[in-house]
């Protein structure tokens, strides 16, 4: 079974950065899209960033300018560059890939990996 390692979490002072990694355990195959979510205490999931198998990226717009996702096509891993951290950031940062499948897609997630913003 297919597994996402994240990695790259923790704690870091307002105006910080720190980089998450994602790679899966496995090669998947015929992915259309790569990225991450998060979700922070008492709020539901929100897309950070994607990028497709063509290579569009895609930003939440608070993220925009300060946030850089890279995908290694080789290696099918993802990676997101978080510069100009900001308390609000402060979330449970999960990755995910979709894959296409016979009958449609397949969603892979991470197991979250913990962003703390604060001084």
């Known amino acids: 079974q297919v597994q996402l390692v994240e990695s790259g979490g923790g704690l870091v002072q307002p105006g910080g950065s720190l980089r998450l990694s994602c790679a899966p355990s496995?090669?998947?195959?015929?992915?259309?899209?790569m990225g991450w979510y998060r979700q922070a205490p008492g709020k539901q999931r929100e897309l950070v960033a994607t990028?497709?198998?063509?290579?569009?990226?895609n930003y939440e717009d608070s993220v925009k300018g300060r946030f850089t996702l890279s995908r290694d096509n080789a290696q099918n891993t993802v990676s997101l560059q978080m510069n100009n951290l900001k308390p609000e950031d402060t979330a449970v940062y999960y990755c995910?890939?979709?894959?296409?499948?016979?009958?449609?897609?397949?969603?892979?997630w991470g197991q979250g990996t913990q962003v703390t913003v604060s001084s």
């Open positions: 990028i497709t198998r063509d290579g569009t990226t």
């Open positions: 995910h890939v979709q894959q296409i499948v016979v009958d449609g897609t397949r969603t892979y």
């Open positions: 496995t090669s998947i195959f015929r992915i259309i899209a």
